[in-house]
């Protein structure tokens, strides 16, 4: 009997076969990856894994025999080459078919290349495991990109003893999502520790032992175009996730859906994206449809220092600070039109998981009282 099938085995695709389960659907579930491991989560990649201090088992997400006992068929190292919409059919690399009633299209995203001979990327267990033994044995690494990886990246390879260089193209740090005052404080702390930061910089100095590029993704959503569905900055799906095709959703680093934190469409690229997505997908093939308004939150540590983000920035024209960056625990809040749309907090875990309840709850508070260390933030909640 054709049931789901999900293809891509990371993190949107695992969860939806389980929460598939959890919300009690009964037919088959077939999880399609092209990755040859278990199903796994990356954000230790950059982080614990690279440090030695995380295995490859500390990634795996679950066991093989949980797919057995949750009658998931796990079949990995295997691509799907196309989508047959009419006869209700992925096509596999091996040349095999597996039908279904409902696809869920979990192919993330890939690294966007630069034309550098030899550099090392980061996305998957195979390149973390690459990049870490490359890094063991080089002593100056250059990273071009000043993101949330490309720093991640840095951060351990200066805390493993090597020379490392920053080179980012644009004026500051992560400029993609966060407020010069959080760019200013992460390249104060880069620098503290010895990493050399080159901003507004092209041009890199190629003779580096090692290169690592970490520019961003690119969106696997070829499959979905050659199946003639809409793509633009990913698979494009309305507030239920759904493609045009009723048969056919997409969630997770691929997809591109209306959200009301953001005021528009996007893309979004965290975990909490890729589980809240497949979560509220299973519950749609399972009959509880909703739409899908989680609010974002997202994480990345860099040294000892750990960014925590909710809600969504962009398009923001008035920030506030919370604290004092020089004791390295403050927070930022960002208004877009007189209204609260993100908050990141550095090294204040507590005042992050009220800052997840502000932004989820959309509630309202001025900038004065978000600047006013008396003002507790929790009132505004509650
Ligand atoms: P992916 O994890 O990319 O999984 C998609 C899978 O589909 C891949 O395995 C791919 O091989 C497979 N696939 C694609 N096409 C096909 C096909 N045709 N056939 C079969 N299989 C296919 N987020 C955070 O919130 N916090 C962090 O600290 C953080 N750190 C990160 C660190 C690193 C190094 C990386 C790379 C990402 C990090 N992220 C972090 C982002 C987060 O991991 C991603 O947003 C998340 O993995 C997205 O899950 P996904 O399932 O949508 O995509």
């Not at 695709?13 to 040859?36: M, N, V």
């Not at 920053?166 to 390249?187: Q, T």
């Not at 998981?353 to 505004?380: G, H, N, V, Y």
Request: charged fraction near 20%.
């Amino acid at each position: 009997m054709a049931g789901v099938v999900i293809i891509g085995g990371g993190q949107a695709g695992f969860q939806t076969a389980l929460s598939l389960r959890a919300e009690g659907f009964q037919e088959s579930i077939t999880l399609i990856g092209e990755e040859p491991h278990l199903p796994y989560q990356r954000p230790p990649l950059s982080k614990g894994m690279l440090l030695g201090k995380q295995q490859e088992r500390h990634a795996i997400l679950r066991p093989e025999d949980f797919y057995t006992a949750q009658r998931i068929d796990l079949i990995t190292g295997q691509r799907v080459t196309s989508i047959d919409r009419d006869r209700r059919k992925v096509l596999l690399a091996s040349g095999g078919e597996v039908p279904y009633e409902t696809l869920v299209l979990a192919t993330g995203a890939r690294n966007r290349p630069l034309p550098v001979e030899g550099a090392c990327y980061l996305r998957t267990l195979g390149e973390a495991a690459e990049l870490k033994q490359r890094i063991s044995a080089a002593q100056n690494i250059t990273v071009i990109g000043g993101g949330f990886i490309g720093l991640e990246v840095a951060a351990a390879a200066r805390t493993m003893g090597k020379a490392v260089t920053v080179v980012e193209l644009a004026p500051r740090l992560m400029a993609r999502v966060v407020a010069p005052v959080v760019s200013e404080h992460f390249l104060q702390q880069h620098v503290a520790q010895g990493v050399e930061i080159l901003l507004n910089t092209q041009l890199a100095d190629l003779s580096a032992d090692l290169i690592v590029v970490g520019v961003g993704v690119l969106p696997n959503d070829e499959l979905a175009r050659d199946a003639g569905l809409p793509t633009s900055n990913g698979i494009t799906v309305d507030a239920h996730l759904r493609t045009p095709d009723p048969h056919i959703f997409a969630i997770g680093d691929c997809a591109e859906y209306p959200n009301p934190f953001a005021g528009g469409r996007i893309r979004l690229e965290s975990v909490q994206n890729a589980v809240d997505q497949a979560v509220s997908v299973a519950r749609t093939i399972t009959g509880n449809p909703a739409p899908y308004e989680s609010a974002p939150w997202f994480w990345t540590d860099q040294f000892d220092i750990r960014l925590q983000t909710a809600g969504i920035s962009h398009g923001f024209d008035q920030v506030v600070t919370r604290g004092d960056p020089e004791s390295r625990k403050f927070s930022v809040f960002y208004y877009r039109a007189g209204a609260l749309c993100a908050i990141d907090s550095i090294n204040r875990p507590a005042e992050h998981l009220t800052a997840r309840k502000i932004i989820a709850a959309r509630a309202s508070m001025t900038p004065e009282q978000a600047a006013d260390e008396s003002f507790d933030l929790k009132t505004a909640v509650n």
